[in-house]
């Protein structure tokens, strides 16, 4: 018993996740008494190292909306690559119904330059250099959506290089520009 109540200690200690509240909105349901008021929240959480999810709940009050959409946004978790720890890989495009964003890759130094929702990902992701851009939609719901549709099709050079059976250095070239550093192509 006391060995199961240290692994729980353990877990809770490593996972160290950062929670992000995106929106609440108040819904009111007209029924034959009246209207019955209840809250719905959006919830962003992630490790700050690749791991992102999300999550909504519906309660009649907002701290137990919160908690469910936490426990939804734990459960949804995906991986995503990052280069450098910081960055995308290559710029990419999502879409989820009105919703469209345009994420593109950025030098050290940039900053997460992104807005509302997109940002609360970023930041629970663990990404330091984004530009990105919604275009179309700016419905919480939708923007969190089109930012995990377009980052569930980031791919690193690794995952390219084993899904056409070569090695990294076969598809990504490296060079140098005029200041020395080395730049990182596809190829």
Do not use: C, W
């Amino acid at each position: 018993m006391a060995q199961a109540i240290d692994r729980r200690k353990a877990e809770k200690k490593t996972e160290e996740l950062v929670e992000k509240l995106v929106h609440v909105n108040r819904v009111a349901k007209t029924v034959k008494g009246g209207r019955t008021m209840s809250f719905a929240a959006v919830v962003v959480v992630g490790d700050k190292k690749g791991r992102v999810g999300y999550g909504s709940g519906k309660a009649t009050e907002v701290p137990d909306a919160i908690v469910k959409a936490t426990n939804e946004a734990k459960r949804n978790m995906i991986r995503v690559p990052l280069r450098e720890g910081r960055t995308l890989h290559h710029d990419i495009f999502g879409r989820y119904g009105a919703g469209k964003v345009i994420l593109r890759t950025a030098p050290a130094g940039t900053g997460v330059i992104a807005g509302g929702a997109m940002r609360a990902v970023f930041e629970a992701l663990g990404i330091q250099d984004v530009v990105a851009k919604s275009v179309g939609s700016n419905n919480p719901y939708n923007m969190i959506k089109a930012t995990f549709e377009a980052l569930k099709g980031n791919n690193s050079p690794r995952m390219i290089a084993a899904k056409r059976g070569k090695k990294v250095g076969d598809i990504v070239s490296r060079r140098e520009n005029s200041n020395g550093k080395a730049i990182v192509e596809e190829v």
